[in-house]
């Protein structure tokens, strides 16, 4: 069984068909490039051969290259891997470029054939960047059909030819939509972006293809890069227009990415170095650069956490070998914020809901909220109106417990008070089958305490949401003290189904995420009321990559929450509760009523149409600015290890059960700094030892919360980092 196979039509058409065996969507593995150069020799070769199809027998035409392969070569080539990989992008060029040449004599210009890539749907990094190297893309209106270069989402750059082709195709300034935002367009928008010649209805496009290619005429099928006289559209870096792009887009790029992320600058360096010679030249420095950041321990701990370990966590890499527990039917208790959120996406994923409140219009309201966001996919042409009328129907909204017969899971997400949860819990129970699993969304309550309520402990289970439902992909469950395996497995095909990403941990206080979250705010806080300058500390988060500094993070999330949280975590822990200074600035500000975004006020000032203006002027009259300001690095280190050491300390007392869960679950789920690939990796990237010094020096001079964790010690003495030590795959605790 091979990924291409190989027709010769009595035409003379050849086609080259992608369809790798027992995937559903193709992906380019090295294996797959020997056989795509063999059949494009036989076809040049072959002096029947009038033109060639390239084309895919799967609804998609490709998914990209399978990173793994990259990985591979990266770790099994010693040392020094830095030429393997050359040497490997290199020989992926130079099968691109004979396809693009065909076969055509390099004097005279004539004899090659022509080349057209027909595809029947979506099309994604080295799929995209095989269309760019052929003549002609013919792509079919699907539903559902996109193309593009997402690289740069996961921290690399198109490197096999993309980056060179599509500059030169449209400029560099009409070409970063695509290249430095990674955006995927649909074929009309594609269309107009030049990534594809012709958009054709899915049942015409084999006979384009062909008809293409038996009347291309010579002109046709000569790149303009491969003509006399090419100037790169909207102009060369020394053209005044084009320096007008470069020194734009440096500028832009520096603001999006805090110079914390190497491929946007790497792609950057390869356009523009490039748009300075000939182009085979000009692949040889996208190669060279794109080299450079597939070594870059930044691009490979982004691709281990945001791609392979991501993808495994997806696919149950922990999930307990039982049968299959696709959920059917879902009883939502709490049509509130989250309970609404989670009937959308479960209903989206083609699971009947059940969604009950107290009062029906509490229930309805919580339906609506589904209807709010499928009327905004209709308005962005995402979803049709028989779509929106098909989701809607399969939410029922009521107050009668008695519609949660035959629901085989229920998530409850009623007021956070163990009183309700243990009311709803034993309603629900006396009505869902015995064999039904009941998961709780509680942020704070211990899983354990609540399953007290519970008749069958053993199928009582945490599956944490995180808001807004519909756009965190994150979903965090939790295992109480008698959780069933059962349960743990009904929990992750649930999220699944509804196709977001789970980590699995054991019942602590927070879990796992509220748990780095909540130090990470607090250190902000702490350092307000020291007198740090409130700039300081939120540009420090920034120029770490944190999506939100601490103290826009807590008016996002509301400080009303976060003192009932104080309140809460004060009254559990008693004399050792830590928090006193943060809480005198928390409890401050809501006497204020500086509740955060919400109420328009909180460390930041709002318009009084809630758009956030900048830090609130009046924060220096509660908080006065110290004369002598500490160091940047030293407000970074204070952010970065109060979250750090706490993802330590859950793997160290077995919440955490595995370091790819810490990893992928931190950045999906607060944003940490994704170019480091989360905390084990940060951690690895600077080695146990250098933390340990850091964290030492911390807590001499801010106090024994940053004393390093036994566990780092021990790493620290031995010379090992967690990805040595407890290795990708291996269970940690
Ligand atoms: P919410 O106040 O918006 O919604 C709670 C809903 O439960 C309300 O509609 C209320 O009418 C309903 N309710 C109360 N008692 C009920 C009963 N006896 N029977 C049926 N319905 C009842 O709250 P929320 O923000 O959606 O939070 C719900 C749960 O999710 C809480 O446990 C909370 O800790 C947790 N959670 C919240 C967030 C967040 O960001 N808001 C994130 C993760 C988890």
């Known amino acids: 069984m091979t990924d ?32 795509l150069d063999g059949m494009i020799d036989a076809a ?19 998914g990209g290259m399978d990173l793994n392969v990259l990985a ?66 013919i792509m079919a209106e699907a539903p559902r059909a996109r193309i593009g270069l997402p690289e740069i989402l996961v921290g690399l750059f198109p490197g096999a030819g993309g980056t060179t082709r599509y500059s030169r195709m449209v400029g560099a300034m009409a070409a970063a939509p695509v290249l430095l935002e990674g955006k995927m367009l649909e074929p009309k928008a594609a269309k107009a972006a030049s990534l594809i010649d012709e958009v054709v209805a899915p049942d015409q496009l084999m006979a384009r293809a062909r008809d293409w290619v038996l009347n291309a005429t010579d002109a046709e099928i ?62 040889r420095i996208e190669a060279r650069w794109f080299v450079s950041i597939l070594l870059d321990p930044r691009s490979s701990a982004m691709i281990r956490s945001l791609f392979i370990n991501k993808e495994a966590l997806e696919k149950g890499a922990n999930r307990p070998s039982v049968p299959d527990q696709r959920v059917r039917k879902v009883g939502i208790l709490g049509a509130g914020m989250m309970g609404a959120g989670i009937a959308y996406v479960s209903a989206g994923a083609g699971i009947e809901v059940v969604l009950i409140d107290a009062r029906q219009e509490a229930a309805d309201r919580g339906k609506s909220h589904s209807a709010e966001l499928l009327d905004k996919g209709m308005k962005r042409g995402k979803v049709t109106a028989e779509k929106k009328a098909e989701v809607l129907g399969r939410i029922t909204a009521t107050t009668d417990y008695a519609a949660l017969s ?20 034993a309603r629900a129970e006396a009505v869902i089958p015995q064999d039904a699993i009941f998961a709780t969304n509680t942020s704070t309550l211990p899983i354990s305490d609540l399953a007290k309520a519970s008749a069958r402990p053993g199928q009582f289970i945490g599956i944490h949401f995180f808001s807004p439902v519909d756009k965190m992909n994150l979903v965090e469950i939790i295992r109480g003290r008698e959780t069933g395996e059962i349960a ?99 409890f401050a500000m809501a006497d204020k009523g500086r509740l955060g975004r919400k109420a328009a006020a909180g460390f930041y000032a709002y318009d ?99 004393a390093p964790p036994a566990l780092l010690r021990e790493m620290a003495a031995k010379g090992q980092s967690f990805y040595g030590r407890f290795g990708a795959g291996a269970r940690a605790a």
């Open 72 to 137: 591979t070569i990266r770790d099994s080539a010693g040392a020094n891997p830095g030429p393997a990989l050359f040497d490997f992008i290199m020989s992926a060029h130079r099968v691109l470029r004979k396809l693009e040449r065909a076969g055509r004599d390099p004097k005279t210009g004539k004899g090659g054939k022509p080349v057209v890539c027909a595809l029947p749907g979506t099309a994604a990094g080295i799929g995209t960047e095989i269309a760019l190297a052929c003549h002609r893309r």
């Open 488 to 586: 743990v497995a009904k929990a992750l095909d649930f999220v699944r189904q509804i196709r977001k990403t789970p980590i699995v941990v054991n019942d602590a206080r927070f879990f796992y995420a509220n748990r780095c979250i909540i130090p990470y705010i607090n250190e902000g806080i702490r350092m307000l009321a020291e007198g740090v300058e409130p700039a300081l500390i939120e540009n420090a988060a920034r120029l770490l990559g944190f999506p939100l500094g601490p103290l826009q993070l807590v008016d996002e999330t509301s400080i009303d929450l976060g003192v009932k949280i104080a309140r809460a975590t004060k009254a559990a822990m008693g004399d050792a509760y830590p928090d006193g200074a943060v809480d005198a600035v928390l």
């Open 4 to 35: 291409f196979t190989y027709a010769v039509d009595a035409d003379g058409v050849a086609t080259i068909t992608w369809d790798v065996p027992g995937k559903s969507m193709n992906v380019m593995s090295r294996e797959g490039f020997l056989q």
């Open 222 to 283: 000569v790149k303009p890069w491969d003509q006399k006289g090419f100037k790169m559209p909207g102009g060369a870096p020394y053209h005044p227009a084009g320096f007008m792009t470069f020194v734009g887009a440096n500028a832009m790029i520096l603001g999006k990415t805090q110079g914390v992320y190497p491929a946007a600058k790497a792609l950057l360096s390869a356009v523009y170095e490039g748009a300075l010679v000939d182009f085979d030249t000009a692949l």
């Open 608 to 706: 009084e149409k809630g758009s956030r203006l900048g830090l609130w002027e009046g924060l220096a009259a509660d908080y006065r600015v110290a004369a002598r300001q500490p160091e940047l690095g030293e407000v970074q280190q204070r952010l970065m290890m109060a979250q750090v050491l706490e993802a330590v300390r859950a793997l160290e007392e077995g919440v955490l059960g595995d370091i790819r869960e810490g990893d992928v679950g931190a950045i999906l789920g607060w944003g940490f700094a994704p170019w480091s690939g989360g905390p084990f990796s940060w951690l690895d990237m600077i080695g146990a030892q250098q933390a340990v010094g850091i964290c030492e020096r911390l807590a001499s001079a801010h106090g024994a919360r940053f």
């Open 406 to 425: 035959g629901c085989d899971l229920v998530v409850e997400a009623v007021f956070e008070d163990m009183g309700v949860k243990a009311e709803v819990t």
């Open 44 to 62: 040049l070769g072959d002096s029947a051969v009038k033109g060639i199809i390239v084309t895919s027998a799967k609804e998609s035409f490709a």
